[in-house]
């Protein structure tokens, strides 16, 4: 059974940084490319950033590029998420996901974690 635990939400004030954590467990880890996802209350929940399996390549929506970092270790099964210069246009809950297919790190993710709630204040 896929597990996916994030951690590391909380408020936090305009400029602040937080860094949010995802545990997996009962995948091979190191063979999913992983996502951060956030849903912001009434708007749909969206793609922000992934990383490939082995963590060479990333990807960021231009709204977190250059603030936000996505890492890895595969050693360990968790994924991370560095947010720095937060604003509160990034309050929203956000969701680690891992993506059964290997070949790129855009596209349809199949496991998700429960999400952790990010209130960044003004």
């Known amino acids: 059974q896929v597990q996916l635990v994030e951690s590391g939400g909380g408020l936090v004030q305009a400029g602040g940084s937080l860094r949010l954590s995802c545990a997996a467990s009962g995948l091979t880890f190191s063979r999913y490319p992983m996502g951060w996802f956030r849903q912001a209350p009434g708007k749909e929940r969206e793609f922000i950033a992934g990383?490939?399996?082995?963590?060479?390549?990333?990807y960021y929506i231009d709204s977190v590029k250059g603030r936000f970092t996505i890492s890895r270790d595969n050693a360990k099964n968790t994924v991370s998420l560095q947010m720095n210069s937060l604003k509160p246009e990034d309050t929203a809950v956000y969701y680690c996901?891992?993506?059964?297919?290997?070949?790129?790190?855009?596209?349809?993710?199949?496991?998700w974690g429960q999400g952790t709630q990010v209130t960044v204040s003004s």
């Open positions: 996901a891992a993506r059964s297919s290997r070949m790129n790190i855009i596209g349809e993710y199949d496991y």
């Open positions: 990383i490939s399996w082995k963590g060479g390549s990333t």
